[in-house]
């Protein structure tokens, strides 16, 4: 087969495999619907949510089954839906779902600098109940819901993840390599320059608390997340600012935030370099100022 031969019959099973795949979506669609209950979740976030609240205005949710900090691969296909988030938003709800500790999924989130929500299944049968687990271990999937005027939940399509599929964008491209993607192996680093990670937190200290949070949500459109009298959080364009309220008698400051591996190894050299440790929070957590007059949160995920 010569190679115009060849380009005409591969844009042939092209063309075969986007009908297949019209076909099989539109079969999907038409999967009829299952109530399902409203289960509830743990968040870092909201530290309790259900499932009904997961589509805040929206009519249709699409939920990701997610195994958690442990896979790089479950992590690379969170990387992609976290770039095109925005777009996702628009349509339907989006929610990434793990078995992790909210906690760990927090601290795991800010490395990645993923803004979509992250909710925690431990301790409830969602996994199971959605046909996730097999054999005991967590599968990598999505599932649709869709709810209905009256409260009602209801399941509709769902598909697995793995290597090839149409959810990561790597796959289709790697495909076209003459190497191909199988022997392709993701890594959970992002910085491959430093083992520092810089989330997408932000701390500032503030004068007139309340009348400053008024601002950021009415002026600048920021979105407020949770709020106490000492702190509030607010989310816009992927990034976390943590709105602090001054002490009287103290000079405001912005705090950034890194992500580590190994925190000992890392404040060793921090140290040796004229950074102060200004505070301690845990083993794995502190405070720190460089001698520049950049100050950050340090942590160990």
Known sequence: MNHTELLTDIQQLEKEILEKKKQLAEMKR???KEKVDDYIFSSFQHGTISLAELFE??????VVHNMGKSCSYCTMWADGFNSVYHHIRRKAAFVVSTPDDPEVQENFAAERSWNFPVVSTKGTSFKEDMGFVVNKGFYPGVTVFSKDDKGGIYRHASSFFGPGDDFCSVWPLFDL???GYEDYKPSKKIN???????TNNIAVQVMEYEKAIEFYHRVLGMKPEKSTNSE???TMNGMKL???NLNKGTDNSVFFEFAVEKIEVAKEVLIANNCTITKEYSEKSMMVSDPYGLKFHLFQV
Not at 57 to 62: G, P, Q, T, V
Not at 192 to 198: A, G, I, M
């Open 242 to 244: 943590y709105i602090e």
């Open 192 to 198: 491959e320059r430093s083992p520092y990670q810089l």
């Open 30 to 32: 038409n999967i009829e």
């Open 177 to 179: 390599l003459p190497s």
């Open 232 to 234: 509030t959080l607010f």
């Open 57 to 62: 205005d929206k009519d249709e949710l699409i």
